[in-house]
């Protein structure tokens, strides 16, 4: 499967935005790539890059000379962190620490660090990928044409178009959640409060009744003293036109009379008794 050049940097290039590893996301591509990086790594690991079109190189040494790290090709994928497999070794290794592109069927994490990758020519190959694993995995699965990878036999974790929807999905819902938490609390809020005023406001007219049933009470018996106060004057008054006052020397023998006098008598005593 010959790469096209241009697709191959797309796809490197978004799975590489994607990885954990600043190494990795600091990949140099095309006229970026330094010759001394780049012959120090075909020296040490990239064997035959050279003879092929450089697409990226992820220098992982201290000081920069790049015999450490990642060479992307047209036809393979280079690495100086590649162990393979005995059975492999030699094969593959006469070309380089490499994973070839072409006729790839699907690919498989195995146990601790190891992946193997499946040939649609029935031949695979297992290798240990350090702590770039999941990277490898992103970048094959993106190379393979579609269809070629048999979704049966193959176990791959999902694309970055996958992932990164699922992480649309999942930042969505969290939102979606969020909003309507918030929502819930201002309807809670919302309705606390207008308890609170309808409470307020029966507490406030339970009161000014009270106060309403109070003055009226007050008004009341205000009307009903001085009713009683009148009608005491008016027996006081009728009373001056007896003459048992005169003949009695204000000794008061009759049965109304002797009440209307007590009366009187009490009526001046408080009169008295409030003037203090």
Not at 83 to 111: E, L, M, W, Y
Not at 165 to 189: P, S, V
Not at 198 to 227: D, I, S, V
């Amino acid at each position: 499967m010959e790469m096209n050049v241009k697709e191959l940097e797309k796809i490197v290039r978004e799975v590489t935005s994607n990885d954990e590893h600043i190494l990795i996301r600091n990949m140099l591509y095309g006229s970026e790539i330094d010759s001394k990086k780049l012959a120090n790594a075909v020296k040490r690991y990239a064997y035959h890059a050279m003879d092929e079109t450089v697409v990226g190189l992820s220098d992982h040494t201290l000081f920069g000379s790049a015999k450490e790290g990642f060479v992307i090709t047209d036809k393979c994928l280079y690495s100086s962190f590649f162990k393979f497999s005995p059975s492999r070794k030699q094969v593959v290794t006469s070309h380089g620490h490499c994973i070839f592109f072409d006729g790839i069927k699907s690919v498989s994490p195995q146990k601790d660090s190891y992946l193997t990758i499946n040939y649609a020519d029935g031949n695979s190959i297992t290798i240990s990928c350090n702590n770039y694993r999941e990277w490898i995995m992103n970048l094959l699965n993106g190379i393979i044409q579609p269809g070629a990878a048999d979704e049966e036999e193959s176990i791959a974790e999902p694309s970055i178009k996958e992932a990164t929807a699922q992480k649309e999905k999942e930042e969505a819902e969290r939102k979606a959640k969020e909003e309507a938490a918030r929502k819930a609390k201002e309807e809670a809020a919302r309705k606390a409060k207008e308890e609170a005023a309808r409470k307020a406001k029966e507490e406030a007219a339970r009161k000014a009744k009270e106060e309403a049933a109070r003055k009226a009470k007050e008004e009341a018996q205000r009307k009903a003293k001085e009713e009683a106060d009148r009608k005491l004057f008016e027996d006081i008054k009728r009373l001056n036109n007896i003459d048992a006052w005169e003949k009695a020397d204000f000794m008061v023998f009759d049965d109304e009379a002797d009440g209307v006098f007590k009366s009187a008598e009490a009526l001046v005593k408080r009169n008295i008794t409030e003037a203090k």
